[in-house]
């Protein structure tokens, strides 16, 4: 059995593992901790929730541990991650992580005032976390020097090209030198995260934890049909019946997720919103509140739903069904996290069935339909759900004989 020790981390890292309660590597730090103590690439397919910050950290810590720079403490590791909330918890798992060695990090992110991150930058720091804007911004205006940086690890690369940074790594990678030790990690790997891996790594160990875009087993699913007015009404339903102790729903905008938090407040539940308008010192504020159990309800939006952190997210909620299918893996990705288990509930309204089906076929398994709650009287629905179920047993019929289902030939027959 692969245990920590095995692996051959210096003391002082095995020390703050056990401090964690971190028994046995997770399968992501079994297969990725060597070949980065080996000083190898590393390309990793894994999603949030299954220990890769841990697998980088661990690692990229040791090297650095074993050759110090004394004083001058020139960047010698860089991590990029898309959001702040993520930059933040990569920071705050280094800081854990690193309490018995003599390194230094600091994060910056965009949307604070720059003051206190270009001091600590000044201080010098071994290690910094950041977002690409901020970092590009801070290296412009000459507060941050990468020409002796050993370690570049792009974090949530799939979510980096959703959010549209490529030109911003493209940027980077000019300035970062080309001698170094490169870490890529990603929950999905399509074609454009190949490539642009192509660019930078060299000669890659590749290690995966989960199949691409599966779901992460011990999460219950379940979907329940709903009208969008009925739908803030079936939430506090479920979060009084269930007494859902830390849960995250999902919308679809920023004004949504507001209206949700007004609904449950107004019903006695105490809940916060997390999104883009929200000022980054109200991000971190609801997410300390939550994790401190003084809300038991956060509302978000996907750009706040990577890198949420939180070991104990009992359900998440779609309140709406997300366009993109893979933002749902990665929402749900939230709960059932290092092996516990937890509950995504899905509520999907007339106009989002096409979109529930999208997800179904990504994630390859039907979502269990709960019919029985007080708000599914809606007629419009029982054709669609008899018009669905059909279609599955249509669709596992035409794949038992080893054709691939077509739900979209499918649908369009039933308009
Ligand atoms: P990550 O995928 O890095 O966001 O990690 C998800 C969660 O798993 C974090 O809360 C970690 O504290 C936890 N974790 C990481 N490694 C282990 C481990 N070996 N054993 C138990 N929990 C872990």
Redesign the pocket.
């Known amino acids: 059995m692969i245990t920590?020790e095995s692996l051959g981390l210096s003391e002082p890292i095995l020390r703050a593992?056990k401090a964690?309660?971190?028994?046995?590597?997770?399968p992501?730090?079994a297969k990725g901790i060597a070949p980065v103590l080996e000083g190898k690439d590393v390309l990793g397919c894994?999603?949030?929730?299954?220990?890769?910050?841990?697998?980088f950290l661990l690692p990229m810590m040791h090297r650095l541990s074993k050759n110090p720079q004394g004083r001058r403490r020139p960047i010698r590791a860089l991590v990029l991650s898309p959001t702040r909330e993520l930059a933040a918890?990569?920071g705050e798992?280094f800081e854990?992580y690193a309490k018995f060695l003599p390194l230094q990090h600091t994060v910056i992110y965009g949307g604070v005032k720059q003051g206190s991150q270009v001091s600590a930058l000044r201080k010098g720091v071994d290690v910094l976390v950041a977002t690409p804007g901020r970092l590009l911004d801070l290296h412009g205006q000459g507060f941050i020097a990468l020409e002796q940086c050993e370690f570049f690890v792009l974090d949530e690369a799939d979510r980096m090209l959703d959010m549209g940074f490529i030109h911003d790594i493209r940027r980077l990678l000019k300035v970062l030198p080309k001698q170094k030790q490169n870490l890529l990690f990603s929950a999905t790997m399509p074609k454009s995260i190949v490539q642009l891996a192509s660019t930078f790594l060299h000669q890659p160990i590749e290690v995966s934890v989960s199949p691409q875009s599966s779901t992460v087993e011990a999460i219950e699913q379940q979907v329940m049909y709903v009208a969008q007015p009925d739908k803030k009404k079936l939430l506090a339903h479920i979060l009084y019946e269930l007494k859902c102790p830390t849960s995250i729903v999902f919308t679809r905008t920023k004004h949504g997720a507001n209206r949700v938090v007004q609904y449950l407040e107004k019903g006695d539940i105490r809940a916060a919103a997390i999104h883009g308008n929200k000022s980054q010192n109200a991000r971190l504020r609801a997410l300390n509140q939550f994790k401190a159990g003084k809300i038991s309800v956060l509302v978000a939006t996907d750009i706040a739903s990577r890198?949420i952190?939180?070991?104990t997210v009992s359900h998440v909620f779609n309140f709406d069904i997300p366009h993109e299918s893979e933002s749902y893996v990665h929402r749900i990705g939230r709960t059932g996290?290092?092996?516990a288990s937890g509950k995504a509930i899905a509520f999907c309204n007339e106009e989002e069935t096409a979109d529930l089906w999208a997800i179904e076929r990504l994630i390859k398994q039907e979502i269990p339909q709960v019919l029985e709650h007080p708000w599914h009287h809606y007629p419009a629905f029982e054709k669609m759900i008899i018009c669905r179920n059909e279609g599955i047993k249509k669709a596992q019929k035409k794949s038992q004989k080893g054709k691939k289902p077509n739900y979209r030939r499918r649908r369009r027959r039933n308009r």
């Not at 964690?20 to 997770?26: F, L």
């Open positions: 920590f593992v964690e309660g971190y028994d046995t590597p997770t992501i730090q894994a999603q949030t929730g299954t220990g890769k910050t841990a697998a918890q990569i798992s854990r890198g952190d939180i070991e996290r290092a092996g």
